[in-house]
């Protein structure tokens, strides 16, 4: 094999150079693009120019899911094996494209190909989904390989529908709102508003309308923001958490790809209410059309003096980096987001201290997610008082919700917090595709928690969920009928946390593998005495005990499913 041509990154390393080691992701992006793979001269290569130890790059290379240090296919299919995908025949269209070695291009040409399962991938509304060379694709079972080709590169157009449509107002219709559009329907006026107030009162307006993280950890953002704000040491950092990588959750990427600078408004608000002149919008890997959305929508807020020196003509400056993962769920979660940006394996931090104080570069840092930020321009075009009167008293304002699996119609729905898991399933979905009766919701994704039937008449607020045992987490809801086997949802589950568990915790390390491997044998019907134990002890174990919400939350719906339906974790009986 031919040594690769070194000539060919170096205007890439060239500009990246000064920035040291927080390049290392972009920088290996790059490469990757031009070579296929990572090879040993490239990384060696990268880590002289960035001066960073080879062993460090290549710790980094092999963290993350998207990056290969070997020769692979010219063109990539990535298969989502997510529940939502599962149900809909994922399994069966990957042995279907497993038996195709090349890949037909535009131009008639035979190329290689490699075909990956993944977890999920964001298009759970499209069921089962794939991406061929990071461009989202949408399969049938029955689904032809010519039929699968010839799909690829069409953005899937997700329904978007609800009993509210103020964050969502601009999407559903497949394109993106320009800047020009934005402007039009009112954009960047809360911006103008915030400029017009100090940064105190910002943040006292935020703290009033009672916005808490739509993420899934719920904490107050006014709050989040007045700790960054009060908080000592510059420069302070603002940083947009876009990694949605939760099984069955798309909202993120649906409000990225259609109304971008809704989102860069309330970061850019964000940034002037706790004094941060530099901005992060960390996107995961697997969204490479969110990811290109958001590079026009900045620079067309740059051009615009949205973004940039003096915003507005106004004394305050602020601009945006924008960050591309590369295949990890742990860096959904914060500090493992920050060490990301900063060049290095995403290894969650031992809090305290918290980001507020010690964050992005060790600086007083405000990480939120994209509905949080979504939630900003509304409630200051408001005003907190008539943003509160949307929801219930203790979870106010608009709440996104994803729904996938065996509805009749999955989409993204926007209702106000309180409305009943019956009517969003129901009412809003269309109820199941079938006569099969409902069996059971999974809510908050593979973090979440299951609901039964008798869940149907629960509240979807905070309060509501907290008083029948179950979690909102990220807004995720995956139905199942009644026919479904639930061991296998379970498996699924097990299986994910433990490809996704980082590793440096002992309880989370372990524990996922044990709960997979006792699952893989519920599943196999080989489930053996004393295995329910074994699950329950690894649980509680896990979630009293890991350093992050991955481990925290890796044994949650297993143990909700222990407490409904315990006849599914009998022993084989012997023959």
């Not at 890439?12 to 790059?30: D, I, K, M, Y």
């Not at 911006?191 to 107050?220: D, H, N, Q």
């Not at 305290?352 to 994209?370: A, D, E, M, R, S």
Request: glycine share 10%; proline share 6%; net charge negative.
């Amino acid at each position: 094999m031919s040594a690769p041509d070194l000539a060919l990154l170096q205007p890439v390393l060239s500009e990246l150079a000064p920035q040291g080691r927080t390049a290392l992701l972009p920088a290996l992006h790059a490469a990757q693009d031009l070579y296929g793979y990572i090879p040993e001269p490239v990384a060696e290569e990268i880590a002289r120019t960035l001066r960073i130890p080879l062993a460090d790059v290549f710790g980094v290379l092999e963290f993350y899911a998207l990056f290969h240090t070997e020769p692979v296919g010219k063109v990539i299919i990535h298969v989502c094996n997510d529940p939502a995908c599962a149900l809909a025949g994922a399994d069966t269209v990957l042995k279907q494209l497993s038996r195709h070695a090349e890949y037909a291009l535009e131009t008639g040409e035979l190329v290689s190909v490699t075909i990956e399962q993944a977890p999920c991938l964001g298009l759970c509304d499209h069921a089962p989904a794939l991406l061929i060379q990071n461009t989202p694709a949408t399969a049938s079972p029955e689904s032809t390989w010519q039929e699968l080709v010839a799909k690829t590169g069409r953005r899937p157009q997700t329904h978007v529908d609800g009993d509210l449509r103020l964050l969502t107002k601009r999407c559903g219709s497949g394109q993106t709102t320009s800047l020009e559009a934005y402007l039009a329907d009112g954009g960047y006026t809360a911006l103008k508003k915030a400029l017009a107030m100090s940064s105190t009162s910002v943040i006292e307006e935020i703290k009033a309308s009672g916005l808490v993280g739509r993420g899934g950890a719920a904490f107050p953002t006014g709050l989040k923001w007045e700790s960054a704000a009060q908080a000592q040491g510059s420069p302070k950092y603002v940083v947009c958490n876009a990694d949605e990588a939760e099984p069955g959750t798309f909202k993120d990427r649906v409000l990225m790809e259609d109304d971008p600078h809704q989102i860069l408004e309330g970061m850019i608000i964000s940034a002037y209410a706790i004094g941060a002149e530099k901005g992060y919008f960390y996107i995961r890997g697997e969204y490479l059309n969110a990811y290109h959305t958001i590079q026009r929508a900045v620079e067309e807020a740059r051009t615009a003096n949205l973004l940039g020196a003096h915003i507005l003509g106004s004394d305050f400056s602020f601009d945006i980096e924008i960050r591309r993962g590369a295949g990890a769920y742990i860096c959904g979660e914060e500090t493992a987001l920050f060490e990301s940006i900063e060049g290095k394996r995403g290894f969650p931090r031992v809090k305290p201290p918290f980001p507020t104080t010690h964050g992005l570069f060790g600086k007083p840092t405000v990480i939120n997610n994209v509905e949080t930020l979504a939630n900003v321009p509304l409630i200051l075009n408001l005003g907190a008082k008539e943003y509160r009167k949307i929801g219930t008293e203790k979870s106010p304002g608009p709440k996104l919700f994803c729904l996938s699996g065996d509805v009749h119609q999955p989409g993204l729905y926007e209702v106000p917090f309180g409305v009943t898991l019956r009517h969003l399933i129901f009412d809003l979905g269309g109820g199941l595709r079938s006569d099969v009766p409902f069996q059971a919701a999974l809510i908050g994704g593979a973090a979440g928690t299951f609901a039964t039937s008798d869940h149907l008449d629960t509240p979807l607020s905070f309060e509501g969920l907290r008083s029948a045992g179950l979690t909102l987490g990220s807004g995720v809801i995956t139905v199942f009928d009644a026919q479904r086997d639930l061991r296998d949802v379970l498996y699924r589950l097990a299986r994910f946390f433990a490809e996704e568990s980082c590793g440096k915790c002992y309880p989370c390390q372990i524990g996922t593998q044990r709960q997979y491997e006792i699952l893989a044998r519920l599943r196999n019907g080989q489930f053996l005495p004393g295995d329910i134990e074994r699950l329950q002890d690894v649980g509680w174990t896990m979630t009293d005990a890991s350093l992050c919400g991955l481990g925290q939350t890796a044994a949650s719906a297993i143990l909700s499913a222990l407490k409904y339906w315990p006849h599914l974790f009998q022993p084989a009986q012997p023959a």
